[in-house]
């Protein structure tokens, strides 16, 4: 059975949690352990399943109140900063998404100097010297994924556009690096014709940077690779609003519910998938087995996949397309 599969009917069995965190109480008198849990933000559908993720660690282990907590938007780093700051002192680990890879790191420090173990999950610091672990998916990986799926599409011949995320995001760099890099090496004759392009943190400032880039290439432009999911949240719909899809490939990265819809009506031709379920879960689990005193790996991978509209309603796509969300099951 595929590892997404073990770990469902693994959490199935511990249940959902139906709190914003666990029972603060031990009922054996045991510590209870404070973990904080600080997401880049907590607007996007990927985050309501990392927090699935957590909670479900946290009950599995017992003795844990998972605190939840994160800026709105995922371009608020004094935002983020300030909730570090915040928990210092007052938790007894936190797992955390940095939304930038230099301004988190000295944040990351001062936790470690309070004696607070940090694990890092998602996306990346330029420092690792003092977490606990890194927990996140090969994301440069997943953008050679995103290429390949473009080149075989495109039969190795064609123009495309790679539209970026927001400067200073280690996890969308790698991705669109790889990106660059793989069709560069392996796809000679397909050439971009835009890749400086930041879109922003939101749907809406994504529809209005794509609208933007997709009009200026409009005649030329055979596909195009969105990096996340905001960022491919407002591609597809510039790409409707501009009567281009379906004839543009397009590649998302990081899937919500009319992205995996595209894949059934020939608008979007292939998503990347993470799997946040167990992002969260093996974040918590990682820095409670390393506080409990077990050996723990440095870096731990969570796996990285295609959906294409051919495999989309095999068991392994469709849990990763639509994974359980805190809250919502």
Not at 226 to 250: I, R, S, W
Request: contains cysteine; hydrophobic residues 40%; negative net charge.
């Amino acid at each position: 059975m595929k590892r997404f599969a073990v770990l469902l009917a693994a959490l199935a069995l511990i249940g959902c949690a139906g709190s914003d965190s666990a029972d603060s109480s031990a009922d054996n008198g045991e510590k209870t352990y404070r973990i904080a849990v600080i997401p880049k933000g907590t607007t996007h559908e990927f985050w309501k399943s990392v927090h699935y993720g957590a909670e479900q660690a946290a009950k599995e282990h017992g003795n844990v109140e998972i605190l939840w907590k994160g800026p709105q938007l995922e371009n608020d780093r004094e935002g983020q900063i300030s909730v570090v700051q915040n928990f210092i002192g007052n938790v007894d680990g936190i797992v955390l998404a940095p939304l930038d890879s230099q301004a988190l790191v000295e944040y990351v420090d001062e936790a470690v100097e309070y004696k607070i173990p940090v694990v890092i999950f998602d996306s990346g610091l330029d420092d690792t010297s003092n977490i606990v672990s890194y927990v996140a998916t090969d994301n440069y990986n997943g953008g050679a994924m995103a290429a390949r799926r473009m080149g075989e599409l495109l039969n190795g011949e064609g123009d495309v556009i790679l539209l970026r995320y927001n400067p200073g995001s280690e996890s969308t760099e790698q991705r669109e690096e790889a990106f660059l890099e793989t069709l560069k090496k392996e796809f000679p004759n397909v050439n971009i014709l835009s890749s400086d392009q930041y879109s922003g943190t939101t749907p809406a400032s994504s529809l209005a940077k794509a609208t933007q880039v997709l009009d200026t290439y409009k005649n030329e432009v055979d596909g195009i690779f969105a990096v996340c999911e905001p960022n491919a949240a407002g591609t597809l719909k510039a790409l409707q609003e501009l009567e281009l899809a379906g004839d543009v490939k397009f590649i998302a990265f990081d899937p919500n519910t009319d992205l995996a819809n595209g894949l059934s009506d020939g608008t979007v031709h292939g998503i990347v998938l993470q799997d946040p379920v167990a992002m969260g879960y093996l974040g918590v689990k990682t820095l409670l087995d390393h506080i409990d005193g077990n050996d723990i790996d440095k870096r731990v991978n969570t796996g990285e996949y295609v959906a294409t509209p051919e495999n989309m309603k095999e068991e392994e796509m469709s849990n990763l397309l639509a994974p359980p969300q805190f809250g919502g099951e």
